[in-house]
């Protein structure tokens, strides 16, 4: 088991005081961490009877508005109205809210529903009234379907994409993009696009969504591991090195600039010191320039001259992760998904893959009792 490295001894650079003890791989807790688990209730998304503050992000697709009757008389999705499916909702949110973390997040799948030859504006009307009752909108992910079925209308387009949308309630909650960047093999932000096929399903769930869209959520919001004693997530500590992405042009030409005029390390950490708010024009306006010391200063301004415009290309230098953030209490748990949906266990399935302890909830789940095992 590695020991931790207290903070004194590495600075911490996640840009939150976390009031830590120090940083230490996710295997110095690994060891106490049984199997992840996997639970299913019968019960409503609205009250789901779980204990507050238990959960590290839900990531569920809701029924849709006048789609299909589930043919249970709590379901949702079958209101007179717009108004009344959102209020069904909303009732979800607050119950949800009770059950996280202060830490998590929800990632909601929705699509809008035609009446009256219209779009009614479900994930809209769902996102005001969400805003309105205290939550953050984070991100309004485009699900954009690379396939679909045919549709008969010929007066207007087929329906193509489905939302996706990120809530939180605390400006701290757990984020994680850099395992994102790795599950899809990318280096920058990739977006808030996502180009992800249907998959098929011949059970007796007949919406089911993919699982790849799970997957997305988990790596973004769902901590690998929670303290059992403070409920505070692990958190990734990274250091930016010297490394650019070679496939960039711009990247390429930068390296090249910096090892043809004999760039040193302190160089290239004089520029990530300073970073683009000293360049150019961007002094007039942005603050927080010329803080650093004179010696970094005079560092940077040397890598400037020698790179010129591709200066700032060393501000995007890769990251690697020195550890994980530990608070001490030495009282290891596994992140935990819920979906209040669960259907047929998509979301529970893939939590459970990627080493997270899952929890479902339906009104009608098509297995009976505590496990999900039955669907593996």
């Not at 590695?2 to 009031?19: I, K, W, Y």
């Amino acid at each position: 088991m590695q020991e931790p490295v207290r903070t004194q001894d590495r600075a911490v650079d996640n840009g939150t005081n976390l009031g830590l003890a120090g940083v230490s791989d996710l295997d110095s807790w690994s060891s106490k961490l049984p199997a992840p688990s996997t639970r299913v209730v019968t019960g409503d998304a609205r009250e789901t009877g779980l204990e507050a503050n238990s959960v590290d992000v839900v990531v569920t697709s809701p029924p849709y508005w006048q789609k299909r009757d589930y043919g249970h008389p709590d379901q949702i999705g079958l209101e007179s109205t717009p108004e009344g499916f959102v209020s069904s909702i909303m009732d979800c949110l607050t119950e949800w809210r009770r059950v996280l973390r202060p830490t998590g997040s929800v990632f909601m799948n929705i699509g809008d529903t035609y009446f009256k030859r219209s779009l009614v504006g479900i994930p809209g009307r769902i996102e005001a009234a969400a805003v309105d009752a205290g939550w953050s909108i984070r991100n309004r992910i485009i699900w954009a379907k690379t396939g679909g079925m045919p549709e008969p209308a010929k007066n207007r387009l087929a329906n193509r994409h489905e939302y996706i949308i990120h809530l939180t309630y605390k400006p701290t909650y757990y984020y994680d993009l850099q395992a994102y960047q790795e599950h899809l093999g990318v280096a920058a932000n990739p977006g808030d696009v996502w180009m992800i096929e249907p998959e098929r399903d011949m059970s007796a769930h007949l919406a089911p969504y993919p699982r790849e869209i799970v997957r997305r959520a988990i790596s973004l919001a769902c901590p690998p591991q929670v303290c059992l004693v403070c409920g505070k997530p692990r958190r990734r500590v990274t250091e930016r090195t010297d490394q650019l992405d070679p496939s960039r042009p711009q990247a390429r030409r930068a390296m090249e600039l910096a090892k043809q005029h004999n760039l040193t390390p302190e160089h290239i950490r004089a520029i990530q010191a300073t970073g683009v708010s000293d360049v150019g024009k961007a002094t007039k306006f942005q603050n927080g320039t010329g803080r650093n010391s004179q010696e970094v200063q005079r560092l940077a301004a040397e890598a400037k001259a020698a790179l010129g415009g591709y200066f700032r290309e060393f501000t995007f230098a890769k990251r690697e992760t020195v550890g994980w953030t530990d608070c001490g209490h030495n009282s290891a748990a596994r992140g935990a998904v819920l979906d209040p949906f669960v259907g047929t266990g998509t979301t529970a399935k893939v939590a459970i893959e990627m080493g997270r302890d899952a929890i479902g909830v339906d009104l009608k789940p098509l297995v009976d009792g505590s496990s999900l095992s039955a669907l593996f």
